[in-house]
């Protein structure tokens, strides 16, 4: 019975302590942003499997046309829009517009590029979850002169 009793009494103390805990943090406010399994362009996450992982974090500016170029990420990236508007195209023709308050679940080993169409500075921070002496973004060359490779070709089939 004494057993019980302590029991009882330990429980008890538990539950009337537990407002003087939620006290310390009265003033926080907590948003959910996003919830998701898979990344923009609806292709499911994946995470990297390394014995030495490392986290960088960056905050990024993309002024008014300014462009990230043509690039891709062989290790998980996630973003948040602080402010301003990026335009995020996909390699095939796909676009993202995240806006201000917009979390962003980059596509991983995918071309794309960001650029800012708006009036003002996009500003984003940018988490990659990546490993030592793996590179967070690979950049792309000779993408842009594609491009205009088969634009001239659409232009052609079209004469």
Not at 4 to 20: K, M, R
Not at 107 to 136: D, K, Q, R
Request: with cysteine; aromatic share 8%; net charge positive.
């Amino acid at each position: 019975m004494k057993k019980v009793h302590g029991i009882f009494v330990g429980f008890l103390l538990l539950i009337l302590s537990t407002p003087v805990w939620g006290q310390d943090y009265k003033s926080v406010e907590v948003s959910k942003v996003l919830v998701s399994s898979v990344t923009s362009n609806g292709t499911p996450l994946k995470y990297l499997q390394t014995a030495r992982p490392e986290v960088t974090v960056l905050v990024v500016r993309v002024p008014p046309g300014g462009s990230t170029g043509w690039h891709q990420h062989p290790v998980p990236v996630y973003a948040y829009m602080l402010e301003g508007t990026l335009n995020v195209e996909i390699q095939g023709g796909q676009t993202s517009v995240f806006k201000k308050g917009d979390a962003i679940l980059e596509v991983m080993n995918t071309l794309h590029n960001g650029y800012n169409s708006g009036s003002e500075t996009a500003t984003l921070v940018v988490f990659y979850t990546g490993a030592a002496g793996v590179p967070n973004v690979v950049k792309e060359k000779g993408v842009a002169w594609k491009k205009v490779v088969d634009g001239l070709q659409d232009w052609c089939v079209k004469l």
